[in-house]
């Protein structure tokens, strides 16, 4: 077992320096060390995903002064070559997934817009879409694997950084797991987007219909800034 308190800290991850700024002293914390130590046991035994590099994508394409939506996600797929670092995205030429399949579903009926034929979102998050999972790591073919291990104690810390922006973000909270983070938002400065979890699961007991990219558009225009183009680009 490695005792964390008697290594070198672990280097800072590779995020904008904005972002390092608004985490403040996160990744000197007993739970940031403790998560890194696993992490590299797991990486020394385990096939984890996303590769290494891309676990912070989110934050590399959408700095914290950008943010304006907060998508929030739970789990990356643990599937070979899915998981980059966004939520519910998934590299080009992978297979879209069933959860995102939903969501182009709902993109045609709330806008119009056909669903692509790449499942890869950057193009959302380089127009200031922060796709977050709570979890940002997993096993290779063993969903929620990593769940438990000190991600939470980051994401709610990341979800309060941007709860703390001075100006108004839409936060989006699909699903039960995912609305509970509503205890760290101000309600009152941000606007709230929630229904049923795009997963197939329950997708029909109110998902489709919510039409949550109009009301995102709806808020972000009502704060004066330019609506998101959510056709989904190659990026």
Known sequence: ???????????????????LAALGDEFHKPYW?????????????????????????AFQLTPYESVRVLILGQDPYPGEG????????VKPGIKTPASLRNMYQELKDDLGIEPAKTGHLASWAKQ???MLNTVLTVRAGEA???????????????????NAKPE???FVLWGGYAQKKLKLIDVSRHTIVQSAHPSPLSAHTGFFGSKPFSKINVAIAASGMKAIDWNVRNA
């Open 1 to 19: 077992m490695i005792d964390i308190f008697d290594t070198e800290p672990f280097p800072l991850p590779a995020l904008p320096p904005t972002w």
């Open 82 to 89: 899915q998981a980059h670092g966004l939520s519910f995205s």
């Open 144 to 162: 929620n694997s990593h769940k438990g291990k000190g991600w939470e104690t980051f994401t709610d810390a990341v979800i309060r950084a941007v």
């Open 168 to 170: 108004p973000v839409v």
């Open 33 to 57: 060390l403790e998560l890194q130590a696993f992490l590299a046991i797991e990486r020394d035994n385990l096939t984890v995903f996303p590769p290494e590099e891309e676990v912070f994508t």
């Open 128 to 130: 200031g879409v922060f």
